[in-house]
Nanobody, 124 residues
C-alpha cells in the first residue's frame, strides 16, 4: 500500500507561486506514475500534471508553461511547482499514484492511491 500526503497549499495573490509536495510512505514512488489533479466544489477532479519513468512529464493545457512536476526519489516525494497563478487555479489539489502508467492518463479513476488534498486559493 502507498500512503500519500500533500502539503504546501495556501493563499496567494494572482501572479504568485506555490510549491506543493506529495510525500509517500509504504512504497517507493520511483516506479509509479504520479499525477496531480485538482477539484472545485461541484465539479469533477481535473487532471493537471503527470510524471512517470525517470523524468517524463505531461500537463493539461490549462497549466502548461506555468506548472512543473518533478520528483525527488531520495525523499520519496513528488512536487508541483506552480508559477504565475491565476484565480481559476483555486481548487483542492490532490496527488494520485498508479503502479504503472495508466490509460487514460488524465482520468481520476485510473489511479489507485490518493492523498487527502491541499487547498490552493488564488486571490485576484
Amino acid at each position: 500500500q502507498v500512503q500519500l500526503v500533500e502539503s504546501g497549499g495556501g493563499l496567494v495573490q494572482a501572479g504568485g507561486s506555490l510549491r506543493l509536495s506529495c510525500a509517500a510512505s509504504g512504497r517507493t514512488l520511483s516506479s509509479y506514475a504520479v499525477a496531480w489533479f485538482r477539484q472545485v466544489p461541484g465539479k469533477e477532479r481535473e487532471f493537471a500534471a503527470l510524471t512517470w519513468g525517470t523524468s517524463t512529464t505531461t500537463y493539461a493545457d490549462s497549466v502548461k508553461g506555468r506548472f512543473t512536476v518533478s520528483r525527488d526519489n531520495a525523499r520519496n516525494t513528488i512536487y508541483l511547482q506552480m508559477n504565475n497563478l491565476k484565480p481559476e487555479d483555486t481548487a483542492v489539489y490532490y496527488c494520485a499514484a498508479a503502479r504503472s502508467l495508466p490509460w487514460p492518463r488524465d482520468t481520476a479513476s485510473s489511479y489507485n492511491y490518493w492523498g487527502q488534498g491541499t487547498q490552493v486559493t488564488v486571490s485576484p
